[in-house]
């Protein structure tokens, strides 16, 4: 596999100057003035918001800790201003081989609120980028809507439906659909040809945990094909409204914390992991391997996964294979990145198979050290900075 920075770069400026063109005054001062814009990418990428909060309330969710319960609106940018945004965010690259794309973090994508916002979206990034895809729901999806998806010839899509419970939902997700419509989306997005995963996320150490592998079970039968399995990040209120219905958590967080706390589950992943490989769903522990994976099943390509978690402790070696594939990079690639994102001539480089070393007089701040993440993204090695 080859993979070039300048190459993306070129296509992000291109794509760039058309938009500003094409654009009011108005729309692209919307467009660079919004956190699209400026946003750094999460492990599963660059994050996408169709709406602003969500108001299904369900038990263990922190969005309402950001935005306040029952609060929930559209969001403000059209589709090409949206476009436009992520151009302008100099942490933001296209195409297949470019940034990964996630919706679904801070709100639900296909709530009727933010649904045509989400297909709106999905469009212009389908139009215009190309990049790998990814959504998270709860929601129930119509035939005509699923139909949407198979327009989309350019982006890779990675639909992951959020089911952590069958015997508990109605109390830790009330106002969500029921995981049978759930279990239904399944059915009909493997019908219609894709390729969907069940989004283990949160992972509750509790009675949701005991019933985990009849969850598992149910999903691979409606036609999931992989599992990703998340954290738990809690705050005082999640903890408190989990007690309220009967789900002490307690155990596994420490006294009198503040803010929030992600919980240590390792032992319960691997359970699930165990799990998932005996009935056939194939494990992960990142939402961003399941995207690289769900590249190689839509395109054909086999790419290493974007945030190196095969260098990690996140692979769980999926048929990808991320380990064993060789990326070829040119010196002058690693040169001109450094260059256009962190602004730094290095002194010498060295290209090895899965690491490049950069040798750097200058000291690096905080913001450079977090900037070499993006770099690495686009060449898919490892950079060792020496001074």
Do not use: W
């Not at 894709?194 to 150490?205: D, E, G, Q, S, V």
């Not at 939402?287 to 590249?295: E, K, L, P």
């Not at 480089?349 to 770099?375: A, M, P």
């Amino acid at each position: 596999m080859e993979t070039s920075f300048n190459k993306l770069y070129s296509k992000k400026i291109i794509l760039k100057d058309f938009l500003e063109n094409r654009l009011s005054i108005e729309s692209k001062r919307r467009a660079m003035n919004d956190s699209h814009a400026k946003r750094f990418p999460r492990p599963c990428g660059l994050t996408i918001h169709s709406a602003v909060g969500c108001n299904l309330n369900c038990v263990y969710c922190y969005v309402p800790e950001i935005f306040g319960i029952n609060y929930m609106v559209p969001y403000g940018l059209s589709g090409e201003e949206l476009i436009l945004a992520l151009l302008s965010n100099k942490y933001f690259f296209p195409t297949i081989y470019g940034t990964y794309l996630a919706f679904g973090s801070i709100t639900e994508p296909f709530h009727p609120i933010a649904s045509s916002k989400t297909f709106e979206y999905l469009y212009f990034i389908d139009k215009y980028l190309g990049n790998p895809v990814q959504f998270s729901t709860k929601f129930f999806l119509r035939e005509d809507q699923i139909n949407l998806f198979k327009k989309y010839r350019n982006i890779s899509l990675s639909p992951l439906i959020t089911l952590i419970s069958i015997k508990y939902a109605s109390i830790l997700e009330p106002n969500a659909p029921k995981p049978e419509k759930r279990l239904e989306l399944i059915r009909n997005l493997r019908k219609a040809g894709f390729k969907p995963f069940i989004f283990y996320r949160p992972l509750i150490p509790y009675k949701v945990f005991e019933e985990a592998e009849n969850v598992l079970r149910e999903a691979k039968r409606a036609g999931a094909i992989g599992v990703i399995i998340g954290g738990f990040r809690v705050t005082e209120r999640i903890v408190m409204n989990l007690k309220k219905i009967g789900f002490t958590i307690e155990a596994n967080i420490p006294k009198n914390f503040k803010g929030q706390y992600s919980l240590h589950l390792r032992k319960y992943k691997d359970s699930l992991i165990k799990i998932s490989r005996e009935i056939g769903l194939i494990p992960f522990k990142s939402a961003c391997c399941a995207n690289t994976y769900s590249i190689l099943l839509n395109k054909g390509l086999r790419i290493p996964c974007s945030n190196l978690c095969f260098q990690k402790n996140f692979c769980t070696n999926c048929p990808v294979d991320c380990k064993n594939i060789s990326v070829n990079v040119e010196m002058d690639d690693v040169r001109s990145a450094f260059k256009k994102i962190m602004n730094i001539e290095p002194d010498s480089i060295d290209i090895q198979r899965n690491v490049i070393n950069i040798s750097i007089k200058k000291k690096l701040s905080g913001k450079r050290r977090r900037e070499i993440v993006i770099i690495e993204r686009i060449f898919r090695k490892k950079i060792n900075i020496i001074r």
